[in-house]
T-cell receptor
């Protein structure tokens, strides 16, 4: 049973556009929701994370929107650039259990075209 | 670079071979992890070591055997693997179990 469902599997966005990746979770005990960015040949790297006490968190061009009642969260990349082309993973965890209980989505391959 | 180094980067092995993957970090982190990354599947946590003690084993088959001789090094010993074990194996470390994990570049393993 997949606890974190991510969509779409792949996404092509024009340079300057908005990239949106969605995730839905089932376990209401989750209280930490990070997004990871992975470039080819590299390991994943933490991009941005949110806790459910806020509905939105913004860091530069990257924004997480969180809807607790719908058990959904999404990553928005504003003014998308070719350098943003990577695979993005959402994840969810129970904070006190940390990395051991981090559940990942299946990933979204994002391609930004000029 | 994240400070987590994995070797080798690529490995091809037969089903009867024995090989080892190595992970090294000199970040002073106390927790180290092995993950398996397969195409179109979520990242799977395999093992967790905290202060050199194994704290998690996510029902991983015994053909995968981890070893943590000190807080800077982590090994994954492989023997009699199956073709379905072909994947990218990622090592990660974190200051403690509840803080951001830093990933290595991974070892691309192909079992033939």
């Amino acid at each position: 049973q997949q606890q974190v469902k991510q969509s779409p599997q792949s996404l092509i966005v024009q340079k300057g556009g908005i990239s949106i990746i969605n995730c839905a979770y089932e376990n209401t005990a989750f209280d930490y929701f990070p997004w990871y960015q992975q470039f080819p040949g590299k390991g994943p790297a933490l991009l941005i994370a949110i806790r459910p006490d806020v509905s939105e968190k913004k860091e530069g061009r990257f924004t997480i929107s969180f809807n607790k009642s719908a058990k959904q969260f999404s990553l928005h990349i504003m003014d998308s650039q070719p350098g943003d082309s990577a695979t993005y993973f959402c994840a969810a965890s129970i904070g006190n259990f940390g990395n051991e209980k981090l559940t990942f989505g299946t990933g979204t391959r994002l391609t930004i075209i000029p | 670079e994240t400070g987590v180094t994995q070797t080798p980067r690529h490995l091809v092995m037969g089903m009867t071979n024995k090989k080892s993957l190595k992970c090294e970090q000199h970040l002073g982190h106390n927790a180290m992890y092995w993950y398996k990354q397969s195409a179109k599947k979520p990242l799977e946590l395999m093992f967790v070591y905290n202060f050199k003690e194994q704290t998690e084993n996510n029902s991983v088959p015994s053909r995968f055997s981890p070893e943590c001789p000190n807080s800077s090094h982590l090994f994954l010993h492989l023997h009699t693997l199956q073709p379905e074990d072909s994947a990218l194996y990622l090592c990660a470390s974190s200051p403690n179990r509840n803080t951001e994990a830093f990933f290595g570049q991974g070892t691309r393993l192909t079992v033939v």
